[in-house]
């Protein structure tokens, strides 16, 4: 027991931090195939086509699925500007506030 937690309480607790943090990125890459066609194409091309296929060659469609994402991302945020550094702000405060 650490300060009146238990370990399992602890445990729980990245475990939960964990999951809430996966569940950003996949928002964050629906809303970037929602928002643009690269990505969209990207993404379709690689799970609805034949999926034996993509397995062989899936070090070349990773890049190539991470280069349109950052792309778009790229695109989306010159874009977007005031948005993209109010929300870097927010994740250097977030940071500093898991830290303690």
Known sequence: MRNGICE??????????????IGT?????????????????QIARRFVVHPTVALAS??????????????????????????LIFTLAAAVLVLFMLRT
């Open 25 to 41: 990125m996949v928002i964050l890459l629906l809303v970037l195939v929602a928002a643009d066609e690269r990505v969209r194409d």
């Open 58 to 83: 899936a070090g070349r469609q990773f890049s190539d699925v991470t280069g349109a994402i950052a792309s778009a991302a790229r695109d989306q945020s010159l874009g977007h500007a005031p948005l």
């Open 8 to 21: 399992d309480q602890i445990m729980r607790r990245g475990f939960r931090e964990v999951l809430m943090s």
